[in-house]
């Protein structure tokens, strides 16, 4: 039978807007979450059922005798998913260290019956919170190992009473972790989020940086905005340079993360993330930080990003370092990182800061 000719057009005119809002939805939600629809790739996660992370850990880590012969399984066979998460009272190191016996000095592990196929490193921003800094610890450790990867955590610690600065913290973060290691991948880690499913694995995407925290219980487990990219996120070193880093200028809370985003696009790249259902995060409750207090000129920063992204970053890094050590769980690395800068009222005069 044939349409009659308005009909047609009207028929094309569906199709083609059909298209387009098909494109639109692949675009904004990933190709990936139309397969799992379709296919069902994987049944959702059920939170209400949660294992211990620690839970037959000893038992897959077999004796140091074994030798390694070959590389690890693409995925590790000793994922649990759902992993449960007590928060009412930080562990003390001991017991940390007495559950990983084979993390060794500076925070370093490799699984001992296979070769690790990723090596991570693992980069927390820190100064003054000790109790989140053993919770996550306690969390961690056992949940990257459960991953099978080689790694490595980093603590970079602000020293000093000046304004925190968590984006130029992860860059001296990155500049130091590549001292140690040829790192696969570099994880950028809030010290007061513990993921709460192993399936979210601390590797990298091949072509772009990873939002991982995407899915976090301080908003209700969904994201607060479309290009939010704080908390958690994983970048190759290549990636990494190829926005310049993370910018230096963010003083205080917030702004950076939007920035870094920004970088991304501009740069070139665009962002991925964890699914929203396997990407959940309990963040430890607390209040602003002294010396953390919201950084007022973000906004009017945020403007420039676009002009001065090239020149603020990996290559206009600079600081003290006051100590490298080795602690049992972590490599600590304390820095003096200067403080704020006096900004200029007027803002058509702001320049590098
Ligand atoms: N950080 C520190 N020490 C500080 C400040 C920040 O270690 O003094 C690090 C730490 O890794 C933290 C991250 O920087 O996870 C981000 O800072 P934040 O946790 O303060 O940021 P968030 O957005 O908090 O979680 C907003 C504070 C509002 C509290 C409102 C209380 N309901
Ligand atoms: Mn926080």
Same mark, same amino acid.
């Given at each position: ?33 139309? $397969?799992?629809?379709? $296919? ?16 037959n850990l000893s038992l897959f880590i077999p004796d140091p005798e074994t030798v390694r012969t070959q590389y690890c399984p693409?995925?590790s066979p000793i ?18 260290q007495l559950k990983n016996r084979y993390v060794t000095p500076?925070?370093y592990f490799s699984p001992r019956h296979c070769f690790g ?25 056992p949940?990257?190992q459960r991953?099978q990867l080689h ?12 304004? $925190? ?74 990636? $990494? ?113």
């Open positions: 039978m044939f349409l009659a000719r308005t009909d047609k057009r009207f028929f094309f005119l569906c199709l083609a807007a059909s298209q387009f809002l098909f494109i639109l939805f692949l675009y904004r939600r990933g190709v990936s979450s139309v $397969f799992q629809g379709v $296919f069902g790739a994987r049944p959702q996660w059920d939170y209400s059922k949660t294992q211990d992370v620690y839970t693409i995925t994922l649990v998913g759902p992993l449960s998460i007590a928060l009412t009272k930080a562990p003390n190191l001991k017991k940390i500076g925070g196929r990723y090596r991570t490193a693992v980069i927390i921003p820190h100064r003054n919170r000790e109790s989140h800094l053993r919770t996550l610890l306690y969390y961690l450790h949940f990257l991953q790694y490595a955590i980093f603590v970079v610690h602000q020293a000093g009473n000046a304004t $925190f600065n968590r984006a130029k913290l992860l860059n001296i973060g990155v500049r130091e972790a590549l001292r140690y290691d040829d790192w696969d991948c570099l994880i950028l880690h809030d010290v007061d989020l513990i993921p709460e499913n192993d399936y979210n694995l601390y590797i990298c995407d091949e072509y772009y940086p990873k939002h991982l925290s995407s899915a976090m219980d301080k908003f209700q487990y969904s994201l607060p905005y479309w290009t939010y990219f704080g908390g958690v996120s994983a970048v190759t070193p290549d990636q $990494f340079m190829k926005m310049n880093g993370f910018p230096n200028t963010y003083w205080g809370w917030g702004g950076e993360d939007d920035d870094i985003a920004m970088r991304i696009r501009l740069s070139g790249m665009s962002m991925t993330r964890t699914p929203l259902s396997m990407g959940r995060y309990k963040m430890i409750p607390h209040d602003r930080d002294s010396g953390n207090e919201e950084n007022s000129h973000r906004h009017n920063q945020l403007r420039s990003t676009r002009k001065m992204w090239r020149d603020d970053g990996m290559n206009s890094l600079d600081f003290r370092l006051l100590s490298r050590e080795k602690t049992q769980l972590y490599t600590n690395i304390t820095v003096d990182i200067g403080e704020a800068p006096v900004m200029p009222t007027e803002p058509s005069r702001w320049r590098l800061f």
